[in-house]
């Protein structure tokens, strides 16, 4: 499953954050994810318990943010948001559209001890 590799890809960061940064708990973890990025939320709740068992973030509460889909509207030239990657322009219904925010997927904010 795509979630359980991001989920693992969480724990190096935070396992890496907690070396340089010298904390050995992390109470709350808050993610952001745009849109666009593909991943389920659902899933990398699920996975994130089950990758931090045994870490520093062994039951830490887990908040996510997520953030709108931008695309750059050709026709418009408007800046929309989209809930999906492939949607039309919500204002003319064309294709035209450029991508331009809610791809991403990052670690906002640790609560650490
Ligand atoms: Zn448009």
């Known amino acids: 499953m795509h979630e359980m590799a991001i989920c693992e890809n969480i724990r190096v960061l935070i396992e890496e954050q907690a070396r340089t940064q010298n904390f050995s708990r992390v109470e709350r973890v808050c993610l952001e994810i745009g849109a666009l990025s593909g991943v389920e939320v659902e899933a990398l709740r699920f996975g ?9 973030a062994a039951g830490a509460r887990l908040d996510i943010v997520e953030t709108a889909g931008t695309a750059w509207c050709l026709p418009c030239a408007v800046t929309v948001t989209i809930g999906r990657r492939y949607d039309p322009c919500p204002r003319c219904g064309s294709h035209q559209l450029q991508v331009t925010g809610g791809e991403e997927m990052k670690i906002r904010e640790l609560e650490v001890m």
Request: hydrophobic residues 55%.
């Open 48 to 56: 994130f318990d089950v990758v931090m068992r045994g870490g520093v």
